[in-house]
């Protein structure tokens, strides 16, 4: 099985961004951990980064044909692009959305996720266990 693994805008900067939110760890090391992660459970894994709205879109879309799951943290976009969700519901493969932050715990304007209600289930809160707890979610799902 092959999963994507779709980082949102300012994740690029992750280590070094809001360390006191976000962590140390830079996107790259995470990706190591999770591609890692993958390999360990027998399944596939790319990686793909985007600030922009489009190109994330576009990536969901032609998962169609080369993937069987994604794992997303959307960033911001999380909170209000419709279209990123509208994405999702078209293509038909599981999501699992993952934040770094507990979400519920901040900003107003993060408890809301318009993509939560057509991704299979949320993992928020842990850092980048948060991105190895999706592995283990997607392993069930495709089970
Ligand atoms: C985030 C949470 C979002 O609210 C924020 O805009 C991000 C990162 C997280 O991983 O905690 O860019 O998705």
């Known amino acids: 099985k092959k999963i994507l693994l779709i980082h949102g805008p ?12 976000y962590g140390r760890d830079s996107m790259a090391s995470i990706n190591a951990e999770v591609v890692d992660k993958c390999q360990k ?13 489009g190109a994330i879109i576009d990536r969901i879309h032609a998962a169609r044909e080369d993937c069987d799951a994604i794992i997303l943290n959307a960033g911001a976009y999380t909170h209000y692009s419709i279209a990123i ?12 959305e993952v934040h770094l932050s507990n979400v519920y715990a901040r900003e107003e304007f993060r408890h809301v996720s318009v993509i ?27 089970a």
């Open 10 to 21: 300012n994740l690029n900067l992750l280590g070094e961004r809001e360390p006191g939110i």
């Open 41 to 53: 459970n027998g399944m596939e894994c790319v990686v793909f980064q985007s600030n922009s709205e």
């Open 85 to 96: 969700r509208d994405a999702i519901a078209a293509v038909r493969l599981p999501v699992v």
């Open 116 to 142: 939560g209600p057509v991704c299979a289930g949320v993992i928020a809160g842990f850092g980048k266990n948060s991105y190895l707890l999706a592995v283990d979610a997607v392993k069930g799902l495709l």
